[in-house]
Nanobody
Framework: QLQLVESGGGLVQPGGSLRLSCAASRFLLDGYGVGWFRQAPGKEREGVSCISDSGGSTNYADSVKGRFIISRDKNTVYLQMSNLKPEDTAIYYC?????????????????WGQGTQVTVSS
């Protein structure tokens, strides 16, 4: 089965930037729509951004629009995070979908990575 691995998380000050990456370790990621989700302790997992299999269509949650950019090559999907805020603190997960252009509903996704921690704090 498809295996996904996230990387790039860490501790950053408010206003700083991080770039997360999501790669398939056994199979090529092209052909799958991919989404980024995040979950803070005690809260539900929420969609952050998603991208179509070709990279031609992207969507963003209102809370990150204008600050985050999703992009991809053949086997890696990136989330460039800028002007980070404390409320962005969460574990970030990538997920792959059989739909060519999935929504940010978690029900669209079949495969999930292990997550990477992002902490925004002074």
């Amino acid at each position: 089965q498809l295996q996904l691995v996230e990387s790039g998380g860490g501790l950053v000050q408010p206003g700083g930037s991080l770039r997360l990456s999501c790669a398939a370790s056994r199979f090529l990621l092209d052909g799958y729509g991919v989404g980024w989700f995040r979950q803070a302790p005690g809260k539900e997992r929420e969609g952050v951004s998603c991208i179509s299999d070709s990279g031609g269509s992207t969507n963003y949650a209102d809370s990150v629009k204008g600050r985050f950019i999703i992009s991809r090559d053949k086997n890696t999907v990136y989330l460039q995070m800028s002007n980070l805020k404390p409320e962005d603190t969460a574990i970030y997960y990538c997920a792959a979908s059989p739909y060519t252009a999935p929504t940010m509903s978690p029900w669209d996704y079949d495969y999930w990575g292990q997550g990477t921690q992002v902490t925004v704090s002074s």
